[in-house]
């Protein structure tokens, strides 16, 4: 296949047009590797961008019949679109920069959006069928992409089709993009949070727009994980890179700072890690796991050999400073009015498990689901202060950064600031 799509690139059109005929054989079944194979060629033609090439692939592709025919339309015209991206253009625009003469390749994409649009909304349709429309509608026109994609943002329970519908609207062009995405901020998943993140962080004007909601507290600054905080706080552009700086730092309350700053003292004195081993299985075994002691709720703490005592504290004491998505505690509302909390564990296409301490789950039918929503705080409270000494604190974080060594074979580390 992939010979026979580097080897044609001036001839990608012909070759795609004797293919796609009924006597060409090629549309007897849509296969996998056939329809990759126009995938391939069409996104030949789309590089060229011949005009007369691209109306010519556009008036077969409007001519195939039945279901099986959308699907080949649906993998020309992605074709097209990504052959067009390779070069810096939209599919969307090239069409509408089409002579007179040709309108009617334009006029017949657009009958291909709407049939995309159709599929990707019809849920007794495969879901593999359905991300391939939606990867389709994200090259159409915004007036026509928009308002699918959105309702496909607020209400599809297929996690891989809400993930397409994410990717799709993060490839408009419209100023909308940003507003849409937040919009529907608090349901998204760990997975869906880290896809939305990357598109605001990679345009200025969205990065500025996430910097808006953070302001007016829409986006918790917690709600942002250590690489996208790191990315606005390096950010190219002076005036994001600077803004950041001061949502981001503003984010730990008052009663936090002071917290923290009363704790530090535990950083100065000699703790113990066996008395460590037993403040940890009283107060964070419940949701962490280290040396065989506790469970597996909450993110991996074993290894910490790379992070300082002053990190580990800011950890402990203000666990909603940075959330890794994963970890961020969501409430599911089920239609008879019962609330069940937990991280994300797993999702399907009807249901949804929720893990919590000591490692206890729910699963949830979606049909039983009223309304998904992130806290946009972490599964791990804040308070740990209110039951443990500045002793106990130097004693957990001793035994922190030392529970491989307590076997007596090889020596510890001495956590005491010089």
């Known amino acids: 296949r992939t010979a026979v799509a580097s080897a044609v690139p001036r001839r990608a059109g012909a070759l795609l047009a004797a293919l796609l005929r009924p006597e060409g054989g090629l549309t007897a079944q849509a296969t996998p590797g056939r329809l990759a194979l126009v995938q391939e060629l069409a996104a030949l033609v789309g590089a060229r961008q011949e005009p007369s090439e691209v ?39 090239f069409l509408l920069a089409l002579p007179a003469s040709q309108r009617q390749a334009a006029e017949a994409a657009e009958q291909l959006f709407t049939q995309a649009g159709q599929i990707c909304t019809d849920r007794k349709r495969e879901p593999g069928e359905r991300v391939e429309a939606i990867r389709l509608l994200a090259h159409a026109r915004p007036e026509t992409a928009l308002p699918i994609l959105s309702r496909l943002l607020r209400d599809e329970p297929i996690p891989e089709v809400r993930l397409a519908a994410v990717r799709a609207l993060a490839v408009q062009p419209s100023a909308q993009v940003p507003r849409l995405f937040m919009e529907s901020w608090t349901t998204y998943t760990p997975v869906l949070r880290r896809e939305v993140m990357e598109s605001m962080l990679r345009q200025p004007e969205r990065a500025r727009f996430l910097l808006d909601e953070v302001e007016v507290k829409r986006v918790a600054p917690g709600d942002l994980d250590a690489p996208s905080r790191d990315r606005l706080l390096k950010h190219v552009q002076a005036d994001i890179r600077q803004r950041a700086g001061k949502l981001l730092q503003a984010g730990t309350p008052e009663q936090r700072k002071q917290v923290l700053q009363r704790y530090r003292q535990a950083l100065m004195r000699k703790g113990d890690p066996e008395r460590g081993r037993e403040v940890f ?3 964070c075994a419940t949701c962490h796991q280290v040396a065989g002691i506790g469970t597996t709720v909450g993110p991996d703490i074993s290894d910490t050999r790379t992070k300082t005592p002053e990190a580990l504290l800011q950890d402990i004491l203000n666990p909603n400073a940075a959330i890794d998505a994963n970890y961020v505690n969501y409430i599911v509302t089920t239609k008879n009015g019962k609330e069940i909390t937990g991280i994300i564990a797993a999702e399907t296409a009807s249901s949804i498990t929720l893990r919590r301490a000591e490692n206890q789950t729910d699963t949830i039918l979606r049909q039983d689901i009223e309304e998904v929503r992130s806290t946009g705080v972490s599964l791990m409270p804040e308070g740990l202060e209110k039951t443990i000494t500045l002793d106990q604190m130097a004693d957990l974080i001793s035994f922190l950064k030392n529970w491989r060594y307590l076997d007596g074979k090889t020596p510890g580390v001495d956590l005491r600031r010089p």
């Open 55 to 93: 109306a010519a692939l556009l008036a077969i592709l409007r001519t195939l019949p039945g279901n099986d025919g959308t699907r080949w339309q649906v993998a020309g015209l992605n074709g097209l679109a990504d052959g067009m991206g390779r070069r810096g253009r939209q599919l969307s625009t």
């Open 281 to 283: 299985r009283q107060n």
